[in-house]
C-alpha cells in the first residue's frame, strides 16, 4: 500500500504552482495513494533491457529552413492578455 | 422543428454532401435546419460550449452565391468541432475556466483543412476539461447528457461531439483521443468514431493534454461520413514535427472496393473478453463478431498480454505529459487571472487553483509527483518501457490477423453523478481504449445495436495496424452495413 | 592564497546567429520594437508544436567540432519545467540526457602554461524572454522578442584554477564562435554570456568545495573581478571557520562583490522529460562530413601559423587572430605586397583606429585588403610618404579606392627629384641663418626643425631619405 502524506502533496502542489485547501489535500493524498498503490503493479513486470518508447512516432524530426517569416502581429499575441498595455504584457512587479 | 428540416437533419454527411453539390439543397437551408435541431435539443443534452449561431447563416449564405465547387468535398456541410481545437477568431475553452474567453487568430490545422473543403462550423462542442475524463461531466461548465437517455452520461472527453452528432445537431464533429475520447463516447452515444494513427493528422492547434498520445479524428453517423472527413482531415503538416509525411490512402477507394469481409481475419484478444465486461455489452459484441463471419471473416485467438498494465502506465505517461503541457496556464499572457494579485507568486497559484477544476488539478499533481527528482525512473520510464512491451504485443497480434476487435467500454452509458467520487473506477472504464493510444495505431467504434438490459447503444472497436486506417474504415463498412446504425437520437427529456 | 586552491567551471551561453528563431519563423534581429517578433509559438498559446531550425542544429554541430567534441548523430530534445513570467510554455525546451556534443576540449595558455580544459557538453536550448521593472507603477513588463531565440549552453569541466584561467578559456570560446560566425559575440546585447561555478579546497585536496554559481558576467572584466572576489571571499568563510554554502550569487560590478540570492530563488526541480513534441534530431552522416570538412582554421591554429610563416610577435598575432575577417584581412594584404610586419603594423595602428572611430568591422568597409597591401608597397617603395599614408588612409577606408591611382590623382606623390628637393633645401638654410649657425656649433638636433621647414614648402611630399642626404651635405 503506497501512502501520501498531505506534506507531500502540499510540496507536489508548489512545484505544480496550485494551493489545495486541507480538505482538497486530504482527499487528493488519500486519491493518491489509491491511485500509486495500483500502480505498484508495474514493479512486478521485469523490464531489464527494454529500451523506453517515449512515443509512437517513427520518424525523426524533419527540421524547418531558417528563415524567418511574421506568423501574427503584436496586436494577436497581446489580444488575450488579462493585462497588457499597447506594447507589453503586465505582471505584478518581480522582486 | 419543421418536417423538412427533421429530414435534413437525419440524412448521413455523404448524402447531405451530395445533395447540396447538386443543388437539392442549399447551403441556408441545410444549416438552418442543424440550428433548429440545436434550439431543439441544446437544452436537453448541453452539447455545444459556444453556439456560432446567426453568424453561420451568413457563411452558409455567401456558400450559396458562389455556388458549389467540386473541390470542396464537404462544401456546405455543417459540422461541429471540440474546443479542444483552436478557432480563429472563436472562443476556444479546452471545457475549462482558466481560458477565460480566449479567442486565438489561428486556426487548428484539422479545422483550416475542414474550412478549406467548404464545412459550415456550428460551433464548439462540449468536453471533458482538458480532455481528462471518460463523461464529459468534468466540464468546468454544464455537464452533457446522453441524446439517447439525457439521465446518462454521453462519455467522454468528447462527448459534446458524440451527443451533437447522435442528435442530430450536426454532419459530423471532430474530436480528439487520448486514451479513448472518440470511441468511447461514440460507443456510448451510438455512433461511429476513429481514432486515426498517431501522426496522420496534424496536432497543430489541438490544446494538447497528453502530447505523445493525442490525435485528432472524426465523429460520425455513419463509417462512409468517417472516411470522407479522414479524408478532409489527414496529411502532413510542416508545423507538426510528429506528423508523419507518409502520403493519405484513398478512403473513399478502399470502402468502394471492399464487399464482404472475405479474407479478413479478425483477431479477437483474450484480454477484450475478460471479466468485467457488461453481459449486454459481451452478447452485443458476439453478435457482431458472428455476423462479421456471416459475411467472409475469420476469428483469431490473439494475446495482448500486457493490457493489464496499460491503465497504469497511461495514467503515470499522460499526466506526466499535462503537467507540463498545462504550466502555460499562469494567467500572464491569456486566459483568467485571479483577482488582484498580491504578487507574482500569488498570481500564478491563485489563477490556476481557481482556473483548474479537480480532476485536471489531480492530474496535474500527478504528472508532478511522477517526474520529480528520484521517481522518474520507478515512474515515467518504467511506464515508457511497459508502453514499448505493449506496442510490441499489437504487432504480435497484428502479424497475425488483420483487425482486432472488442468492446470499447466494458458498459453502456451510465447514470451521471455514479462515478465521480472515484477517480481510480472512472478511469478503469478506459480499460479497452487507452492502450491503443499508447501504441499510437489507429482505431473505430461502431453502432453494433442496443443493449438488451439498458436500451443504450454499445459499441465494437476495431483496430488496425499503423496507418491502415484505409483497411480498417472499409472492414468497418461492410459490417456496419450489415448490422445498421442507429440514427439521430430523440434527445429530449424523458426519452 | 597559499593554502587553498580554487576550482572554475564555466557555463556559456552563445545565441546562435540565424535569422529565425530555434521554434518558429520569428526574426531573431535585436532591439525591435517589443512584442513584435513574437508569435503564437514563442508567445506559448495554446495547442501550438515547436518545429526545429536546421541551421541552429548546424551551427550548435559546428561549434562542437570546433572544441573537439563527439557530436552525436542522434540527439534529443527535452523539456526543463518551471514558472516564470518570461517563460511562456512554462519550460523550456533544451537537452538533457543526450545533447548534441560532448566530450570535447579547449587549450589555454596562460602566462606561458598550456592548460587543457575539458568541455562537458554542448546543447541547444530556446532563450527567454525579458521582464523589464519598473519602479514606478509596481509592475514588472514582459516582452516576448526574445523567447525562443537559439542558445548553445557550453558547459566546461571544472579545470580551472584561476581567474586568468576561466578569463582565457572565455576569450578563446569567444573567438572560436565568431570565428565559426555560429554567434555574434555581442556581449552587451547578451548574445555570449557566462555563469561561474565557483568553490576552493585545500592545496592537495582531491574532493571539491562546496561551490557558489555566479552570475551576471556580462563582460571577461566582471568574469575575471567576479571570480577574483568570490574566491576570496570564500576563503575568508573558511578561514572565519565557517562553511561555504551552495547557492546561487549575483555579481554586482559598481560595487565589484557577489550577493547572495538565498531566499529568492526556490529549491527546484526541472523535471526534465523527453519532449514528446519533437522526435530526436537525426544528423546524417554527410552532413556531419560536410561541416567538418569545411571547419574553418581555428584562432589559435592560425595564430601559430601567423608567427611561423610570416615571423609575427605573439602578441601581433594575437591581435589580429582575435577576428577571423581582420586575420582574412591581414592575409590578403600581405599577398599583395609581401610585407607581414608593415601589413601588421598598419592595420594595428591606421586601421584599428579608423575602424574604432566608426565603430565599425573591417567586414563593413569599403576598402580591400588588396588596397591595404598595395598602400604598405607604395610607401616601402617611396612613392609616398608614411606620413601621407597615414593621411589618406580615412579616404581611402571610406571610398574602397586603390592608393596609387588614388595619390598619383591627387598629385601626393613623394618628390624624389634632387634637383626640386635641392632648391627647397637651399630656401630653408638662406632663410635661417641663425639656427645653421647654431647647428654647426654643434645642435645637430636642429636637423629635424630644417626638415620641417622643407616638408612645410614641399607640402610633405620630399623624400624625407633624400632631405636628410642634402640637408648633412650642405650643412657640413
Same mark, same amino acid.
Given at each position: ?95 | ?27 441556408? =437551408? ?42 470542396? %468535398? ?29 479567442? %486565438? ?63 442530430? =445537431? ?13 470511441? =468511447? ?261 461502431? %453502432? ?48 | ?476
Amino acid at each position: 500500500m503506497t501512502t501520501i502524506s498531505t506534506e507531500q502533496v502540499a510540496a507536489i502542489a508548489r512545484l505544480a504552482r496550485l494551493a489545495p485547501d486541507e480538505a482538497q489535500l486530504e482527499t487528493f493524498a488519500r486519491q493518491f495513494g489509491d491511485i500509486l498503490g495500483y500502480m505498484e503493479m508495474l514493479n512486478g513486470l521485469d523490464t531489464t533491457g527494454v529500451e523506453p518508447l517515449y512515443s509512437p512516432v517513427q520518424h525523426a524530426t524533419a527540421l524547418r529552413p531558417d528563415e524567418a517569416a511574421p506568423r501574427c502581429t503584436r496586436e494577436d499575441v497581446l489580444r488575450n492578455a488579462p493585462e497588457a498595455d499597447q506594447e507589453f504584457f503586465i505582471v505584478p512587479r518581480i522582486v | 422543428m419543421s418536417d423538412t428540416s427533421t429530414a435534413i437533419v437525419s440524412l448521413s454527411l455523404a448524402d447531405v454532401r451530395d445533395r447540396l453539390a447538386r443543388r437539392e439543397l442549399t447551403a441556408e =437551408q441545410v444549416t438552418a435546419a442543424c440550428l433548429d435541431r440545436i434550439a431543439a435539443t441544446e437544452p436537453a443534452i448541453a452539447a455545444l460550449l459556444t453556439n456560432r449561431g446567426e453568424a453561420v447563416l451568413a457563411e452558409a449564405r455567401a456558400l450559396d452565391g458562389a455556388g458549389p465547387d467540386p473541390a470542396k %468535398p464537404l462544401w456546405g456541410v455543417p459540422l461541429t468541432v471540440k474546443d479542444a481545437l483552436t478557432t480563429a477568431g472563436t472562443r476556444t475553452t479546452c471545457g475549462s475556466r482558466i481560458l477565460g474567453d480566449f479567442t %486565438p487568430h489561428y486556426d487548428a490545422f484539422a479545422v483550416a483543412r475542414l474550412r478549406e473543403a467548404g464545412a459550415v462550423i456550428l460551433g464548439k462542442t462540449n468536453m471533458d476539461e482538458f480532455a481528462m475524463g471518460s463523461s464529459t461531466e468534468n466540464s468546468a461548465f454544464a455537464p452533457t447528457r446522453n441524446p439517447w437517455n439525457v439521465a446518462r452520461v454521453p462519455g467522454g472527453s468528447s462527448g459534446g461531439s458524440a451527443a451533437s452528432v447522435a442528435a442530430g =445537431q450536426c454532419f459530423g464533429s471532430l474530436g480528439t483521443d487520448t486514451g479513448g475520447s472518440i470511441r =468511447q463516447p461514440a460507443s456510448l452515444c451510438g455512433c461511429v468514431g476513429l481514432k486515426p494513427t498517431y501522426g496522420r493528422v496534424s496536432r497543430f492547434g489541438l490544446v494538447a493534454y497528453g502530447s505523445s498520445l493525442d490525435q485528432i479524428g472524426p465523429l460520425t453517423r455513419t463509417v462512409e461520413d468517417a472516411a470522407l472527413l479522414l479524408s478532409v482531415i489527414a496529411g502532413h503538416d510542416p508545423r507538426d514535427a510528429t506528423s508523419a509525411a507518409l502520403p493519405v490512402d484513398d478512403y473513399m477507394g478502399a470502402l468502394a472496393a471492399r464487399k464482404d469481409l472475405s479474407g479478413v481475419r479478425i483477431g479477437v484478444p483474450r484480454e477484450f473478453r475478460g471479466e468485467g465486461i457488461d453481459p449486454e455489452v459481451s452478447a452485443a459484441c458476439q453478435a457482431a463478431l458472428d455476423k462479421a463471419q456471416e459475411l467472409g471473416a475469420s476469428i483469431v485467438d490473439v494475446e495482448l498480454p500486457h493490457t493489464p498494465y496499460s491503465i497504469a502506465a497511461y495514467y503515470i505517461i499522460a499526466p506526466a505529459e499535462a503537467s507540463s503541457n498545462l504550466a502555460r496556464f499562469d494567467g500572464v499572457r491569456y486566459g483568467r487571472r485571479a483577482e488582484s494579485p498580491r504578487d507574482l507568486a500569488d498570481l500564478y497559484v491563485r489563477s490556476r487553483a481557481e482556473g483548474f477544476g479537480d480532476e485536471v488539478q489531480r492530474r496535474i499533481m500527478l504528472g508532478t509527483y511522477v517526474l520529480s527528482s528520484g521517481y522518474y525512473d520507478a515512474y515515467y520510464r518504467k511506464a515508457a518501457q511497459v508502453r514499448r512491451l505493449i506496442r510490441e504485443d499489437y504487432e504480435k497480434a497484428l502479424a497475425r490477423c488483420d483487425v482486432l476487435c472488442g468492446p470499447a467500454s466494458p458498459v453502456t452509458a451510465w447514470g451521471l453523478g455514479e462515478l465521480t467520487s472515484d477517480p481510480l473506477k472512472m478511469y478503469m472504464m478506459d480499460v479497452f481504449t487507452l492502450s491503443l493510444n499508447l501504441a499510437g495505431l489507429p482505431g473505430l467504434c461502431i %453502432p453494433v445495436g442496443m443493449g438488451g438490459r439498458s436500451g443504450m447503444p454499445v459499441g465494437l472497436q476495431m483496430l488496425g495496424r499503423a496507418f491502415g486506417e484505409g483497411d480498417l474504415l472499409a472492414a468497418a463498412n461492410v459490417l456496419s452495413g450489415a448490422l445498421g446504425v442507429p440514427g439521430v437520437a430523440p434527445a429530449c427529456e424523458g426519452a | 592564497m597559499a593554502l587553498y586552491e580554487a576550482v572554475i567551471g564555466l557555463e556559456v551561453h552563445a545565441q546562435l546567429r540565424t535569422r529565425s528563431k530555434l521554434f518558429c519563423s520569428c526574426s531573431t534581429a535585436f532591439g525591435a520594437a517589443p512584442n513584435t517578433n513574437v508569435c503564437e509559438v514563442c508567445s506559448g498559446m495554446p495547442g501550438v508544436l515547436p518545429v526545429p531550425n536546421a541551421r541552429a542544429v548546424e551551427y550548435a554541430a559546428r561549434m562542437g567540432m570546433a572544441v573537439n567534441c563527439t557530436v552525436n548523430p542522434v540527439s534529443v530534445f527535452a523539456r526543463k519545467n518551471y514558472f516564470y513570467p518570461d517563460l511562456p510554455k512554462g519550460y523550456q525546451i533544451s537537452q538533457f540526457e543526450t545533447p548534441i556534443c560532448e566530450h570535447g576540449h579547449l587549450d589555454i595558455t596562460v602566462n606561458g602554461q598550456t592548460r587543457r580544459i575539458g568541455i562537458t557538453r554542448i546543447h541547444m536550448e530556446d532563450d527567454a524572454g525579458k521582464n523589464i521593472h519598473s519602479a514606478g507603477d509596481n509592475a514588472s513588463y514582459v516582452d516576448l522578442n526574445r523567447s525562443g531565440v537559439p542558445l548553445i549552453e557550453i558547459v566546461s569541466e571544472p579545470d580551472m584554477r584561476s581567474a586568468e584561467e576561466a578569463v582565457a578559456y572565455l576569450k578563446a570560446l569567444h573567438a572560436i564562435v565568431v570565428y565559426l560566425g555560429v554567434c555574434d559575440g555581442n556581449m552587451e546585447e547578451g548574445s555570449f554570456r557566462c555563469d561561474a561555478n565557483v568553490s576552493i579546497r585545500p592545496k592537495g585536496q582531491q574532493e571539491f568545495g562546496t561551490r557558489a554559481e555566479l552570475k551576471n558576467l556580462n563582460s571577461f572584466r566582471n568574469v575575471q573581478r567576479a571570480i577574483e572576489y568570490e574566491i576570496a571571499r570564500q576563503q575568508d568563510v573558511l578561514e572565519d571557520g565557517d562553511a561555504v554554502v551552495q547557492e546561487t550569487r549575483l555579481y554586482d560590478a559598481v560595487k565589484n562583490v557577489t550577493v547572495s540570492m538565498r531566499g529568492k530563488e526556490e529549491a527546484h526541480d526541472y523535471r526534465y522529460f523527453p519532449d514528446p513534441d519533437l522526435m530526436p534530431v537525426r544528423i546524417a552522416a554527410e552532413d556531419l562530413a560536410r561541416w567538418r570538412a569545411d571547419l574553418p582554421e581555428l584562432p589559435q591554429a592560425r595564430r601559430a601559423r601567423l608567427m611561423e610563416q610570416h615571423g609575427l610577435s605573439e602578441q601581433d598575432a594575437e591581435v589580429l587572430t582575435a577576428d577571423r575577417a581582420l586575420a582574412d584581412f591581414f592575409e590578403a594584404a600581405t599577398a599583395v605586397c609581401g610585407q607581414p610586419k608593415k601589413v601588421s603594423n598598419m592595420m594595428q595602428g591606421a586601421l584599428l583606429r579608423e575602424l574604432n572611430q566608426r565603430a565599425v568591422t573591417v567586414d563593413a568597409i569599403a576598402m580591400r585588403p588588396e588596397a591595404l597591401g598595395e598602400l604598405v608597397r607604395i610607401v616601402e617603395a617611396g612613392l609616398i610618404s608614411a606620413k601621407i599614408a597615414n593621411d589618406i588612409f580615412g579616404e581611402l577606408l571610406e571610398s574602397g579606392a586603390m592608393p596609387e591611382a588614388f595619390v598619383k590623382e591627387r598629385g601626393l606623390v613623394q618628390i624624389s627629384d634632387t634637383s626640386a628637393i635641392e632648391t627647397a633645401v637651399d630656401e630653408a638654410i638662406a632663410e635661417n641663418p641663425a639656427e645653421v649657425e647654431a647647428y654647426k656649433g654643434g645642435k645637430t638636433k636642429l636637423i629635424s626643425f630644417f626638415m620641417g621647414q622643407i616638408m612645410r614648402k614641399t607640402k610633405g611630399k620630399a623624400n624625407p631619405a633624400l632631405v636628410t642626404e642634402l640637408l648633412q651635405k650642405k650643412l657640413g
